[in-house]
């Protein structure tokens, strides 16, 4: 019988399987649905230092995966990883923790000993900061993390921070110092080769898959979770050929994000008693927070056409070089609740190319959604209401984030590192057209080749194909339609979270304690992103890095009896 059974191989996953078989008297094996990535086997797309096109790419995802973002938007796709490495694999290097308050928050709201003074020396762990040192970081870990060098920071990207800095937002150092607003040389995780680092290279290195007691399986999707009683003992594993096959287990950790760990949860008879019962699924235990509180950091963007002078000379370079960290003010809101990360190309293609970017997302959300599961199949993607705006802060936020970038961008000091300025998204249209394909190819081609040459036209152009009929100065003077435009195009940053999230054992929206052990259950673990209480001010992969480190440590404890 297997010592641990992780099912899923993603951030949190991969992380698991490494902290764990250092202890070489005990077995694990790690179980993924997509396929295996390694430092020898990395597709181009993905070791690519300039991470656009990687999540674009059909393989590397959830391919039938839809969300509604909000109300009254259309389902659309909602890309998550389906690779060994998951999100780490696909995402955009960025490599930001947090604030300190935002880990206090969670040990407040019921997740005791997940304050910051406990996370930090897991943060430390973790990383290998290449140019700072202190107690603030660490010189050892697996995730090699630096900043851009300022000669390759985009003509356009170093315009606009100098215009920040006009505007009084200070340029500091480290996006990882002490949490202060300002403008910031964004952190990212690379190889000394400045490759990619997904955590089934970085954790799973050669020597840590040569480990006798480490097994890695790769194209198996898991059904459910199996039990003696109310003892997990293992789970049922299904093969690409239609049969499956029962894998047992002494403790089993569910590690498949915020998304897939809470149906696998549901699948196994863990969640709100009714929603199983109506899907004629045996109730093992009663916990009505599974699925729920699903939170990600809504986001809207002002981009600007770029004159050929303003455009980045290295079009491989890691594209969100930059980024501005501001408070909103707005009561109800914390320090430090916004984002804005200044990109030098907008996309991996030849329109991308030719257009810079203010990509803004509200730092701390406070909107919150669900997920359902649609049958009790595996292979039926659940039902996911992010219910982004449906607090009006956050609204409130996104529409503040749009006069910003406007500001920024219009500012005088930029006119000679850009052209038209305009709202943006990552809406579907966008996403579509940036598949790679021929048609697409001409599609984009012909726009590149109009934009260069449309001189005064240019705006007209913008408006008619890209903006459908929008303009940033009709947002800016009419805030009814500043409202239209966010509620519409708001998209989010591919940072779900908080689905199984850890609490008291007296709130009944808890699902886990504060080492991921599931509520009503024995020997059953979750641990990734779905496990935060609250959503941190970051990108959540090395928040979720580090949870995976914490936890792994929680459960090489000794068994008291």
Known sequence: MIDYL???????GCVLAARLSEDAGKSICLIEAGRDISQASMPDAIRSRYPGRAYLDTNNIWQQLKARISPPAALRR?????????????????????????????????????????????FRKLETD????????????????????????????????????????????????PWEDGAFIGSIAVSETGERIPTSVCYLDAAVRARK?????????????????????????????????????????????????????????????????????????????????LMEHPSIAVSAFLPRAARTPFPDEHHEQAVVRFSSGLPGTVRGDMHGAILSRSGWHSVGYRLGTMFFWVNKSYSRGRMRLASSSPFDEPEVEFAMLSDERDLERL????????????????????????PSSYSPRVAAVATPGMWNAVQRGTLSALLDVAGPLRGWLIQRVVTQGVSIGELLADDRAMTAFVMRSVGGTWHPSGTCRMGAASDALAVTDGDGAVYGVDGLHVCDASLMPSIPCA???????MVAERVADLLKRPVRL
Not at 6 to 12: E, H, M, V
């Open 78 to 122: 909602y890309e998550q990883a389906r690779l060994l490495g998951g999100g780490s694999a696909i995402n955009a290097l960025m490599a930001n923790r947090g604030a300190p308050a935002d880990y206090d928050e969670w040990d407040a709201l019921g997740a005791r000993g997940w304050n910051w003074q406990a996370c930090l020396p897991y």
């Open 539 to 545: 990108n959540t992969n090395v928040p979720t890095i």
């Open 399 to 422: 529409k503040l984030a749009v006069r910003f970038g406007a500001r920024t961008l219009g500012a005088s000091s930029m006119a000679s590192h850009r052209d038209t300025i305009f």
């Open 130 to 177: 290449c140019d700072f040192s202190g107690q603030l970081h660490g010189s050892s870990g697996p995730v090699r993390i630096q900043r851009t060098g300022w000669p390759r920071i985009s003509p356009f990207v170093q315009a606009v921070l100098r215009t920040l800095q006009q505007h009084g937002h200070v340029l500091r150092e480290d996006q990882n110092g």
């Open 213 to 293: 007691n480490l097994s890695v399986r790769t194209g198996l999707v898991v059904d459910r979770i199996l039990f003696d009683g109310q003892r997990a003992i293992g789970a049922r594993i299904l093969r690409p050929d239609g049969t499956h096959e029962d894998v047992r287990a002494v403790r089993v950790i569910v590690s498949a994000g915020a998304v897939h760990s809470p149906a696998v949860l549901l699948r196994s008879g863990i969640g709100p008693a009714s929603d199983l019962a109506a899907l004629g699924i045996e109730v093992r235990a009663d916990r009505a927070g599974v699925g729920r509180n």
């Open 6 to 12: 992780i099912l899923g191989g993603g951030s949190a």
